[in-house]
């Protein structure tokens, strides 16, 4: 392809994105294909000749779009929102047409000094002290992975990626029941182990960790001779919302010197909006990691994740490595793959300039705060309605509900009955063991329109059960 034809199909591409934003509520929300379906359409083996163009854009219409969920669609409300507002698009298409490695200062200057401010405009945007330094990941789990890391070298005294975990003390890190699984993961890859992360109990209606319940586990640990390496909090969980009370956990934390990480992958963008940050923040600033996803609610394409970092030197003196070919001369600078596991790295700070700067912080608050308020008067609207009952109230914009009357599998056979039918999109969670139907509100271009048609066709698919 030259450089003609590339303008041709940039521009087509263009024109063909738009269109598909345009119409995107005409499309059933999750894909309705079969298991199968899409791989079938595709030839076993690769051409060995080069095909038009052409050919290959009327196949994607054909074979692959059929198969796609429309994560875009305003009416997706299952998992999280995983928003593209249009800015962060066009700044994801430079970034890719640039297609610079970033991964230290000298290698784009540009993208490490740009992301040294985003990540300072992000600290001020959630009302977080001056003196939080960062850097964007490409997930919460690789976030969650390097906080982790930091804490077995701290409580390893540094010898963990040296010698290896087989010589150390048997470590422990403490969190909730209701943690989202890349901290499982995290404990594994970073062979902590399943058995040694240790899950408290939880307990009133935003379900936050038991701290006295942890202070016991945690002297219980050391008496049989473990060696506690951090906690790991959350300011909004995957299920239901759970969130812990965050001074009570750094209470214990600074009193049993450990380190801690605050997963606010989802609910961290709330944040942008001081109203919620007595309820759901209160004492954040104590914490010596935090994690948000600004490609979550906020708006910015996937991936960008952020982590805040009280003294990013404990994660540097995990993580950094410093080979001949990668050693620069000069003045000190920040060489941002240091702080993380990978070492090349996208240039992801500018999706988050253009984001900030097209909507400004008003614009990016007034969707979360539309959307926290519907999510309450739908689960109002909801509990009324003999066919349902709010199980959980919401949690920002999240909350669950149940059909009345109907065991674990009719709740789970009326999801399916919703996605089938495709005008809208939820999943299922358990609260208390009980199955229910989990709804979140946080798309981009939802309106209250949409809302009123959620709430028509679940009555509509409840009574026609
Ligand atoms: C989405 C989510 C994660 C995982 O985020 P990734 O960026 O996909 O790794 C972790 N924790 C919580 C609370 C989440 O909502």
Redesign the pocket.
């Known amino acids: 392809m030259n450089w003609d034809e590339f303008e041709h199909w940039g521009q087509h591409i263009s024109s063909w994105a738009a269109d598909y934003h345009k119409d995107i509520r005409n499309r059933p929300v999750r894909a309705q294909t079969a298991k199968g379906e899409i791989a079938a359409a595709l030839p076993p083996a690769p051409p060995e000749t080069g095909e038009a163009m052409e050919t290959i854009m009327v196949d994607f219409e054909r074979i692959v779009m059929p198969g796609i969920t429309h994560w875009q669609h305003p009416r997706f409300f299952a998992?999280?929102p995983a928003n593209a507002a249009p800015p962060s698009m066009l700044a994801d298409m430079l970034i890719t047409t640039v297609a610079a490695q970033c991964m230290l200062w000298q290698t784009s200057p540009a993208a490490t000094e740009m992301e040294g401010v985003m990540v300072d405009w992000l600290r001020q945007a959630l009302g977080l002290p001056d003196g939080f330094a960062g850097v964007i990941?490409?997930?919460?789990?690789?976030?969650?992975l390097s906080a982790v890391l930091t804490m077995r070298e701290i409580a390893s005294g540094w010898r963990g990626n040296k010698e290896g975990m087989s010589g150390q003390g048997r470590m422990r890190i403490y969190c909730s029941e209701e943690?989202?699984?890349?901290?499982d993961r995290a404990c594994w890859v970073a062979g902590i182990g399943q058995d040694n992360l240790v899950k408290i109990g939880t307990g009133g209606p935003a379900r936050m960790m038991d701290t006295a319940a942890l202070a016991a586990r945690i002297a219980e640990d050391r008496a049989a001779g473990y060696v506690p390496a951090g906690i790991i909090a959350?300011?909004?969980?995957?299920g239901m919302g759970a969130s812990d009370t965050l001074a009570s956990v750094l209470e214990i934390a600074k009193a049993e010197g450990l380190y801690t990480h605050l997963?606010?992958?989802?609910?961290g963008a709330a944040m942008i909006c001081p109203e919620y940050r007595k309820e759901f923040w209160e004492g954040v600033e104590g914490f010596d990691s935090i994690?948000f996803?600004p490609?979550?609610w906020l708006g910015a394409q996937?991936?960008c994740?952020v982590q805040f970092l009280k003294d990013p030197q404990h994660q540097i003196n995990t993580l950094k490595i410093e080979p001949e070919y990668l050693r620069t001369g000069g003045d000190a600078v920040t060489n941002y793959s240091e702080w993380t596991i990978p070492l090349g790295r996208r240039f992801r700070a500018l999706k988050l300039w253009f984001l900030m700067r097209s909507y400004g912080l008003e614009g990016l608050r007034s969707r979360i705060r539309n959307h926290v308020n519907w999510a309450h008067k739908l689960a109002e609207r909801l509990d009324a309605h003999p066919r349902f009952e709010v199980v959980t109230q919401p949690i920002l914009s999240l909350f669950t509900f149940r059909l009345t009357g109907v065991d674990d599998a009719g709740q789970f056979a009326f999801v399916e009955r919703i996605n089938d039918d495709g005008r809208i999109y939820v999943t299922q969670t358990r609260v208390g063991g009980d199955m229910v139907v989990r709804f979140q509100i946080g798309q981009f271009d939802c309106t209250i329109d949409d809302i009123n048609t959620a709430y028509d066709v679940l009555c509509e698919l409840a009574e026609a059960l």
């Open positions: 998992y999280f990941q490409d997930s919460a789990s690789s976030a969650t943690v989202h699984s890349s901290i959350i300011t909004g969980g995957t997963d606010a992958a989802w609910a994690v996803n490609h979550k996937f991936d994740s």
